[in-house]
């Protein structure tokens, strides 16, 4: 493959998957910044390896699998610092009303919450929209085990969220 080709590639892969790695990169760490630069990194690997990517249908696959190994790296080389929260200044979110915000964050924090056998193709599939063949692949396990932990994982939102007494009405998952 010659350098122009190499390139042309590259570029049709970054703009392909910017939004979703970055996505999943925010899931991931739950740091917007943190996120930027792992897709940062994960684009500077794929287009060292590029080269050996040889089916275009699984690039997804290969960026997001480059992704997840440099937010595993990122604990093994750096020290997250550490910031005054009375410094911190939290950025208005405008188009959420309150209410909305409140529960994605309550969402957000169940499905952290859950282990990460059913949190991962969980994500893979609402946030990276993944097929349970395209998360068995990522996660090397079988469809069918794809498919009962993604169930279950559902079931246990279910339950986290169900209103409670004292607690607010939280819509439905579906």
């Known amino acids: 493959m010659n350098d122009a080709e190499r390139k042309r590639r590259f570029d049709a892969l970054a703009r392909r998957y910017v939004d979703d790695l970055f996505r999943f990169?925010?899931?991931?760490?739950?740091?917007?910044?943190?996120?930027?630069?792992?897709?940062?990194?994960?684009?500077?690997?794929a287009w060292k390896a590029i080269d050996k990517l040889k089916d275009a249908g699984a690039a997804k696959s290969w960026l997001i699998t480059i992704l997840r190994r440099e937010y595993a790296r990122t604990f093994e080389r750096k020290v997250p610092p550490l910031t005054d929260i009375d410094n911190v200044v939290v950025a208005e979110e405008l188009e959420l009303t309150p209410e909305d915000r409140t529960e994605r964050?309550?969402?957000?924090?169940?499905?952290?919450?859950?282990?990460?056998?059913?949190?991962?193709?969980?994500?893979?599939?609402?946030?990276?929209?993944?097929?349970?063949?395209?998360?068995?692949?990522?996660?090397?396990?079988?469809?069918?085990?794809?498919?009962?932990?993604?169930?279950?994982?559902?079931?246990?939102?279910?339950?986290?969220?169900?209103?409670?007494?004292?607690?607010?009405?939280?819509?439905?998952?579906?």
């Not at 739950?30 to 690997?45: H, S």
């Not at 692949?137 to 498919?147: D, I, K, P, Q, R």
């Open 105 to 174: 964050d309550m969402l957000r924090k169940a499905m952290m919450e859950l282990d990460k056998k059913y949190r991962e193709p969980l994500v893979l599939q609402t946030i990276m929209g993944l097929s349970i063949t395209e998360i068995a692949s990522e996660l090397e396990l079988t469809e069918s085990a794809v498919m009962t932990r993604v169930f279950r994982a559902r079931e246990k939102l279910k339950e986290k969220l169900r209103p409670s007494e004292g607690r607010g009405n939280v819509h439905e998952l579906t």
């Open 25 to 45: 990169g925010v899931w991931l760490c739950g740091d917007p910044t943190l996120a930027n630069d792992l897709v940062q990194e994960t684009f500077l690997r």
